[in-house]
């Protein structure tokens, strides 16, 4: 893992790079908690090299990057980390609600817009979910298509397939969740 912080426009923002199956990560933490999980592309490279690259260990990064290992072993279901969502009111309700869709099952977009109270507003949920700055964590993959399709996902679909795959796989029977 590497380890970077900086303080920019007022916000002191660290953060660290880790291997996983489904690529390079880059997280990113406040003094709040965790505030971005990037797949390895260029905006990625941008989020680093803005930060900069002085060392300090985080607390909160060290712990989310335990916990994303343990995701990614089958091991763990659900993430116990301080999060730092910034956006729109609309968006911070979109991922919030991300957070209660159990491990190992999907909704559509359609469920989940109706789930925020707002049924009508399936494409700002397909456009809230696109701008989920946590993803993994913030179960974005966990939304598909009305058909039962894998749609749009930072990662690329088949990391959203791998995800599915795996919480399907480790998902235990009659519902019950594990840590």
């Avoid at 905006?43 to 989310?64: C, H, Q, Y």
């Avoid at 749609?151 to 009659?174: C, I, M, S």
């Amino acid at each position: 893992m590497r380890e970077s912080v900086s303080a920019r426009d007022g916000i002191e923002r660290s953060y660290i790079t880790m291997k996983s199956p489904v690529g390079t990560l880059t997280l990113v933490a406040t003094k709040i908690g965790l505030s971005e999980l990037w797949f390895d592309k260029p905006a990625a490279t941008e989020v680093r090299r803005a930060i900069g690259r002085s060392s300090p260990r985080n607390p909160v990064l060290a712990d989310s990057a335990r916990q994303l290992r343990e995701y990614f072993t089958g091991t763990r279901s659900r993430f116990e980390i301080a999060l730092d969502l910034s956006g729109t009111e609309f968006q911070r309700r979109a991922w919030l609600a991300l957070l209660e869709i159990p491990f190992g099952e999907t909704r559509t977009y359609a469920e989940h817009a109706s789930r925020i109270g707002r049924p009508r507003a399936v494409r700002a949920v397909g456009a809230a979910n696109g701008r989920n700055p946590i993803a993994i964590i913030v179960p974005c993959h966990r939304l598909i298509g009305s058909d039962g399709t894998l749609t749009g996902f930072g990662g690329g679909l088949p990391a959203k397939a791998w995800l599915l795959a795996l919480e399907r796989k480790a998902a235990p029977a009659g519902g019950s969740v594990f840590l």
